[in-house]
């Protein structure tokens, strides 16, 4: 049966109009879906070793949607209600003419927020013209201070040019800029302090992810990994730390630290399962609208978009209908001889 005879004709119909009277995005256990993701490359000049495997085959040009077709792809979201996006990658700064992108989703009236993830190799080089796009706001990863840990790592990156990166963020007039940092075991786990007096230093927020079994690295992800009550732990040896109510809207729960401007969170799939309240879904560079970052589930969105080059109908169906297969909640286990899920987290989109 067609993907379209699944949803009712007047919802069809609205959805081919796009009209303000679009249906929104609710999945079947009732939550609603206004925020999504967006990888628009599988590339990166990074390869870090909790997210790449050392040596990776890319996507060759054809395979990857367009700069139009994620424009598209984005303005029917949008239609359907969605009122964030996140553009993420790979690397989102390697993709060339990203900015034109990005100018196209500020300008769509109904968008709240356009946010990015990057990993601060090219801001020295972008900050002000992400401003100048219509950018919010940026997550810059940053596991380590320390210049030879940070390249071992990222396998190639230079800690100096992050850096330099984050100060040509503050400078260009992003606020609230969030770090995000994953912890090993022997690896970067005793930084956690410092991590956090560096986004104090610079009033920054900071949070900790919880390293999840995306795609095969090549290394055991279980005796490395860190949990956030530890991190937790740690910090409170130090800092006051004082729990938050507020939250981004995301998974990361949220603490203070009184007389300082940053947040500290951290973000638990392992210790703290986040699905309950989950708003979001990821779409690939591919093109593959994955409902969950821990399960499989997924529809191609691309061939809809060759398809039917002026109708956006097609995809407008395809996504309500998507909704219907969104998991409960994901399932990741650090324990299994394989990875959870197979594909990288450079590839869903972090
Ligand atoms: N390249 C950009 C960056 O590094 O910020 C954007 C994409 S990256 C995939 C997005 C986020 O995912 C980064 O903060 C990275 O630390 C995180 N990440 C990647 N692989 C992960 C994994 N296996 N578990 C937890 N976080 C991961
Ligand atoms: Fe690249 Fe980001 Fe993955 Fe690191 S985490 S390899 S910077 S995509």
């Not at 993701?37 to 040596?55: A, K, Q």
């Not at 003419?97 to 500020?106: G, H, M, V």
């Not at 690896?187 to 986004?199: R, S, T, Y």
Request: charged residues 25%; aromatic residues 6%; hydrophobic residues 40%.
């Amino acid at each position: 049966m067609s993907i379209l005879l699944h949803i009712a004709p007047d919802l069809r119909a609205n959805a081919s109009m796009g009209t303000t009277a679009n249906p929104v995005l609710i999945d079947r256990f009732g939550r609603r879906v206004d925020y999504i993701r967006l990888s628009i490359t599988d590339r990166c000049d990074f390869r870090c070793v909790y997210c790449m495997g050392e040596d990776m085959s890319f996507l060759p040009r054809d395979a990857v949607l367009t700069l139009e077709e994620c424009a598209r792809l984005v303005k029917v979201f949008v239609s359907l209600g969605v009122q964030k996006v996140r553009i993420t990658g790979g690397e989102p700064l390697v993709r060339k003419n990203a900015l034109w992108l990005l100018q196209n989703i500020s300008s769509l009236p109904g968008l709240r927020e356009q946010v990015m993830t990057t990993n601060g190799s090219q801001l020295e080089q972008y900050a002000t013209a992400l401003k100048a796009a219509g950018v919010h706001r940026l997550n810059i990863s940053l596991d380590s201070l320390d210049a030879a840990r940070f390249r071992k790592i990222t396998r190639v990156g230079e800690l100096d040019r992050v850096l330099r990166g984050i100060q040509a963020a503050t400078a260009a007039g992003f606020e609230h800029t969030k770090l995000n940092s994953v912890l090993m075991r022997g690896v970067n786990d005793d930084e956690a302090p410092a991590l956090v007096q560096f986004a104090i230093d610079n009033q920054l927020d900071i949070a900790f992810i919880e390293e999840m079994p995306l795609g095969e690295v090549g290394r055991h992800r279980e005796s490395s990994f860190v949990s956030n009550d530890e991190t937790l732990q740690r910090l409170q040896d130090r800092y006051t730390l004082i729990s938050s109510t507020e939250s981004s809207g995301g998974p990361a729960r949220y603490w203070r630290i009184p007389g300082t401007t940053s947040r500290v969170g951290f973000i638990s799939p392992h210790s703290h399962n986040f699905c309950e309240s989950c708003n979001r879904v990821r779409i690939t560079c591919k093109g593959e609208l994955y409902l969950c970052l821990g399960q499989e589930d997924k529809i191609e969105l691309m061939p809809l978009l060759r398809e039917f080059p002026q109708d956006n109908a097609p995809l407008c169906a395809a996504i309500l209908d998507a909704m219907q297969i969104k998991p409960k909640g994901h399932d990741f286990d650090l324990n299994r001889a394989e990875p959870a899920v197979v594909r990288f987290m450079s590839m869903t989109g972090g």
